[in-house]
């Protein structure tokens, strides 16, 4: 049976595993990656990867193909990591890199791009062949599938709407140069954000961590928010208009059937529902399929992703 190889590096963590020709996966195995840069992160791919193949190892033949999912920016046509983020640019040719070291072809891409892979491929992509994921996590991107085709953009930074204005104005100044981009108010580093900013206004019973290197409990604020505490009932309120407006806005970009959320935030049901209810009945009536939660395990959609990626569909 032929298999690939995948490997899913987010922002702490590296998962590595192998899949068989339909998504499924073999074998995995999680490691820690800590904060990293580009050239550090070839190292960690290369330490975990050398013992994933001594302690886990093959469950036949050699994989065919790797494919590696990634945060920042990615040029998939040269397999060229180009950038984590503004402050972190140090372009790395990974594809060929982790190609020659381990003797088998190598594809790279974006994580959340690498997870619509998985959702075009093996998910809501069976039926649907106009759909919008948007992945709610640490941050906010999305990935725009039309007719079957991820859009790309001429820098390969095309989905990061994260970085767009939703009408929900907090106050809080963007890395990206912008006002209240919705990523600051929806995400997990939006309700951290918020917390903090909108706690002086508010009485609450959320723990609200002193070193900002630690970030608010998104789950304690969705629990809090549940029994009426003042100040989760509003970071939730203004998350969920801001989510439900970028959905609103997006729809009308493209014209999808099918809008799939994914990542770590939506994966609660209680905060999907407070979304469905924000939607316009009007501008979502083309979006027959529903918006609507991945079906694909929310752990494992990064690493089916790979999958997706070392197939080079
Ligand atoms: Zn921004």
Redesign the pocket.
Known sequence: METYLGLDLGGTKLLIGELDRCGNILKYKKYDSGFFNQQAALEIIKESLDDYVQTVGWTGDKPVAMGVGLIGRVDTVSGIWLQIDPTRTHPVPLAKELSNLYGIPCHIDNDVKAATRAERVFGFGQISKNFIYVNVGTGIAASFVVNGRQIRGSHFNAGEV??TQVGVNVGIK???G?MD?V??IASGIGFDRCARLLCKDYETNLQIPEDIANRVQVKDIFTLSQKGDPLCVQLVENATQALANLIMNLVRVSDPDTVVLGGGIVSDGFFHTKVLEKLNATTIRFVTNGVVITKLNPDFIGLMGAGAVAMNV
């Open positions: 994260g970085h963007c890395g990206c912008r981009c990523e600051l």
